[in-house]
């Protein structure tokens, strides 16, 4: 089959590769017919490099159609329509009897410390392959998948796999009051569902995003849109009575604009050897915290901050005089997908599109193309927002 691979920084390629086969009885085989580009996906391209290794097959926001199930698979039948969730769980361990998938007992990659495994995402997360390919096998089957209807076109489905979840997951997470205000930091994907899903919720969104065409996205569905300038703290301030926002969703992560030292640092990472590098990774301050700063100066007192972005390193340094001062509560976590599909699938379903699920791809293409659209994607040009790559016909 043919695979997009991770070969080096900024370097992927599609390769041919081996098709998957079932492995375990608990496993089914999936023809992919759509897998999306996340904007984590860009932290592999960029910075996680020394967690990889050259050929892994990348790409975690996949559906598709069952061809083959193992032996023990009881809920699946070839010729099924599903997405599959990034995170691999079980359903039966103590954490995912919590709504913790993430954080799967059975699937934990413990050689890292880490919580559950992910498709396509690291020696960190279990170097399963992902689902930026013509197939995909899908470990405990059973469990990691969602059933969807056969009618409707694959985009109301597809960011169930992942980010309508996660943005789903990071507005619970804000335990905003009724009526609050949400400020959100970034205006990519995640960002962009985090503000449409608080809004249907009946919130005030102020969304801040340096680039043009997200605001403008943004402001169709009815968000009030800042430019990221030295003044946008101070705006949000002046929008919410001087106090700040009831809580933030900082859904941009390790790579946000800002710092020139840590992105110095990032950049040294991709040119160390790898044991040194995972090293660096591992105890070293490399996130840009750019976002995490300007969320805790725009928060109120006593308000929240939700995490929804990507962050790797374990050595960063936060204003924890100025965290405990303000009273600040900071939730965030890998999404529990499972956990909140039975509060999404009505809501893609609906032929009114509240949250705006068709209303988020700006680049369609065959997997072919994949490698030319990661470096659209990571540089933000042509407009692009959401690139979803078609590996077979649905």
Not at 267 to 291: N, S, T
Not at 298 to 316: F, K, N, P, Q
Not at 323 to 346: A, E, H, T
Request: aromatic share 6%; charged share 25%; with cysteine.
């Amino acid at each position: 089959m043919k695979a997009l691979t991770w070969q080096g920084k900024r370097n992927v390629t599609v390769e041919e590769v081996a098709d998957p086969v079932i492995q375990q009885p608990a496993d089914a085989i999936i023809r992919i017919t759509s897998s999306a580009i996340c904007g984590s996906d860009l932290h592999l391209y960029e910075l996680l490099g020394p967690f990889l290794d050259r050929g892994d097959i990348l790409g975690h926001e996949p559906m598709g159609v069952v061809v083959e199930v193992g032996a023990n698979v009881t809920k699946l039948k070839p010729g099924d329509r599903v997405v599959i969730p990034f995170t691999i769980a079980c359903g039966v361990c103590f954490f995912c009897l919590r709504g913790l998938q993430s954080q799967c007992e059975t699937t934990q990659v413990r050689k890292y410390g880490s919580g559950a495994a992910l498709f396509g995402y690291t020696k960190l997360y279990g170097q399963v392959p992902g689902g930026q390919a013509e197939y995909l096998r899908v470990p405990l089957a059973d469990y990691n998948h969602i059933p969807v209807a056969p009618d409707l076109p694959d985009e109301r489905y597809l960011f169930l796999s992942d980010i309508l979840p996660t943005a789903w997951q990071g507005v619970e997470y804000a335990q905003l009051p009724e009526g609050g205000t949400l400020a959100v930091m970034g205006l990519g994907p995640v960002g962009q569902f985090v503000s449409r899903i608080a809004r249907h919720r009946g919130h005030r969104v102020i969304a801040v995003e340096p680039v043009a065409e997200r605001r403008a996205m943004a402001e169709r569905h009815g968000i009030e849109t800042l430019d990221l300038t030295d003044t946008t703290v101070e705006e949000i301030r002046d929008a919410t009575e001087g106090r700040g926002a009831d809580a933030v969703v900082d859904a941009v992560g390790l790579e946000a604009h800002g710092n020139s030292g840590v992105e110095f640092l990032q950049k040294a990472v991709g040119l160390l050897p790898d044991p040194a590098a995972r090293q660096m990774l591992d105890k070293a301050g490399v996130d840009r915290l750019a976002a995490v700063y300007a969320s805790i100066d725009a928060v109120r007192r006593g308000g929240t901050i939700s995490l929804s972005g990507v962050y790797a390193g374990d050595a960063d340094i936060l204003p924890m005089k100025t965290l405990f001062d303000k009273q600040i509560s900071l939730r965030m976590g890998q999404c529990n997908v499972k956990n909140w599909i039975d509060d999404l699938l009505p809501l893609v379903e609906d032929p009114s599109d509240p949250l705006g699920v068709m209303d988020l791809t700006t680049h369609h293409a065959a997997l072919e193309d994949a490698p030319e659209l990661y470096r659209t994607f990571q540089e933000k040009k042509d407009g692009c927002i959401k690139v979803v790559l078609h590996p077979s016909a649905a």
